[in-house]
């Protein structure tokens, strides 16, 4: 039978319970668990699809085409396997098919109610993740912070089901904030007594809490917290921020949790192998050398719009054992300011992905100016067509060349509204979504760095290379280097005089995972310190040794 930890979150957001979600379910699986993971969210939009990265952050996409929360990428992450639609419920969608089931007339002559119809949806599809029995734990994390109101139902249904499946068979996981006031040089605990009486009032006592903290956490406070909030100190585990999310699991072993839920669950588990999170730790740890990239978009302030790109850079540092020092570019300020000023001290430039018109005339630009400076230049999906417009314009001579999804009027439209796409109007859910197959074309960079002739890759978007230009645009020295061979698409591009010039139509970031680090990734990276190596070289007027450490 399948056994459950349900993990709330207290006090504020943005406290990282997907990490903490995630890094539980690291830590089981590494006890030889089957383990899964699924996100509530209590917003009403059926997905997060339609919502702006100001208000959702990143989108996440499943091999299924499913537009998920980005916790669902940190799930993937952390338990190195591919989540699918069902990791993923929000109130939009228990809504939605409540209402088709009224119509439908399935609940004739009831009245439909909160309690129990939604609460009852609510728990099928918890029940639904374990396939059978066949998932040793399921993890369900309950998004927004106890005490909204929308996330009540969610709760209401947490608690029904501890009801029903017994205590030994689920656990309650609360994460919250232990703030500590510089000015009183004091750590409070009265936060997280709160969040935990208003748990409490809804009928759910925590039997784990992982307290946030940015100082460890003595033990007369973890007494405090214990007989305030009614758990055994034991229960209450520091989780103190560290330098990167990937040693959370290993923290967290520290403070005694795997062992706490194996014997809360009474699960039959084996020791724990954490070979893996230890040596990426280590890695990241002894990197001496250093490599700048600029990711030059229009969300750069906001760093959860970039999440899994932030997260494949480093997967790709690691794996090169360098650092990587990310400079987050506003493409807005490069059409201001001009390339150089803001690029220069770039050892590679990546443009991710995005919608709309504004800033892609700076992002255009920066194209320009790492294929001209030979930097090396990773394009994500919109960061590609960026780069095939810049090469329309500037190398094929095709002025005005642009994406018809920012000037309908444009005489060139070298990326053009996919087929597939002309007719639809609805908004959710319609872009080509999902993992498809890519042909990559044998000597060509791409094809070097995957070591492969056909990937899978998962996109989102609506436009795509215009193959009414791809002879011309050939002619001129661009190389198509990936296709989806069904429709002929043109997924990948690249500049073969350049060191390492490539342009992708899908999400490679989506798919990089700490301990299998994405080709392209770390290609890239690879690149970048190439290229810091070879500046250094010009400058010291002596070429450096490879390997060597730069301090
Ligand atoms: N806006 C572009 C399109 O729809 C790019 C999408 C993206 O970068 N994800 O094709």
Redesign the pocket.
């Known amino acids: 039978m399948t056994k459950f930890v349900f993990v709330t979150g207290g006090v504020v957001s943005s406290l990282g319970k997907g990490i903490a979600a995630s890094s539980i379910g690291s830590l089981l699986k590494s006890r030889g668990l089957e383990v899964t993971i699924q996100k509530f969210d209590p917003y009403l939009n059926v997905d997060p699809g339609t919502m702006s990265p100001y208000q959702h952050g990143e989108v996440f996409v499943t091999d299924d085409g499913a537009e998920t929360d980005l916790d669902v990428g940190h799930y993937e992450r952390f338990l190195g396997v591919s989540m699918h639609r069902e990791n993923n419920v929000t109130a939009g969608q228990v809504y939605d098919s409540i209402i088709q089931k009224e119509r439908r007339g399935d609940y004739l002559g009831r009245t439909v109610q909160v309690i129990p119809h939604v609460t009852d949806e609510i728990k099928s599809r918890m029940l639904g993740i374990t396939r059978q029995g066949q998932v040793d734990v399921a993890i369900v994390e309950i998004g927004g912070t106890v005490g909204d109101i929308e996330s009540l139902p969610f709760l209401e249904a947490i608690r029904q089901l501890r009801l029903e499946l017994k205590r030994e068979n689920t656990l309650f996981v609360h994460v919250t904030l232990v703030p500590h006031l510089g000015a009183a040089r004091e750590t409070k605990t009265k936060p997280t007594q709160h969040s935990v009486k208003e748990l409490r009032a809804i009928g759910i006592q925590p039997d784990i809490l992982l307290c946030r903290t940015e100082m460890t956490l003595q033990d007369d406070v973890k007494e405090k917290i214990a007989l305030f909030c009614n758990v055994p100190k034991e229960a209450v585990i520091e989780a103190i921020d560290v330098a990167s999310i990937y040693e959370i699991p290993l923290m967290f072993h520290r403070g005694g949790l795997d062992d706490l839920i194996v014997e809360y669950l009474r699960l039959d588990a084996g020791p724990p192998d954490l070979e893996a999170w230890q040596s990426f730790a280590d890695r990241v740890r002894s990197a001496r050398e250093q490599v700048t990239i600029a990711v030059v978009g229009k969300y750069t302030h906001l760093r959860d719009a970039y999440k899994s790109i932030n997260e494949a850079i480093a997967h790709g540092a690691a794996a090169n054992g360098v650092a990587v020092k990310v400079d987050w570019v506003d493409s807005e300020r490069v059409e201001m300011d001009g390339p150089a000023a803001l690029l220069a001290q770039a050892h590679g430039i990546l443009i991710?992905?995005?919608?709309?018109d504004r800033g892609t005339e700076g992002m255009i630009q920066a194209a320009r100016y790492a294929r001209e400076r030979k930097t090396p230049f990773f394009g994500?999906?919109?960061?590609m067509?960026c780069a095939v417009i810049e090469f329309a314009r500037d190398v094929a001579g095709l002025d005005g060349a642009d994406s018809s999804?920012f000037r309908a009027d444009t005489p060139h439209a070298v990326?053009d509204l996919l087929e597939s796409q002309q007719g639809v109007s609805k908004k959710g859910g319609t872009?080509r979504l999902g993992a498809y197959d890519c042909e990559l074309t044998l000597g060509t960079h791409a094809a070097e760095e995957y070591a492969k002739s056909h990937v899978a890759e998962r996109h989102?978007?609506?436009?795509?290379f215009n193959n009414r230009y791809r002879e011309d645009l050939e002619k001129h020295g661009l190389r198509v280097a990936g296709l989806y061979k069904d429709l002929n698409l043109v997924e990948i591009v690249e500049l073969p005089e350049h060191p390492w010039f490539v342009g992708v139509q899908f999400?490679p970031e989506l798919r990089s995972r700490p301990a299998d680090p994405h080709p392209l990734f770390r290609g890239f990276v690879r690149a970048a310190v190439e290229e810091r190596r070879r500046r250094e070289g010009q400058t010291s007027g002596s070429p450096r040794p490879s390997g060597a450490r730069i301090e």
């Open positions: 991710p992905g995005g919608f709309g994500i999906c919109l960061g067509q999804e990326i872009m989102r978007h609506r436009y795509e999400h």
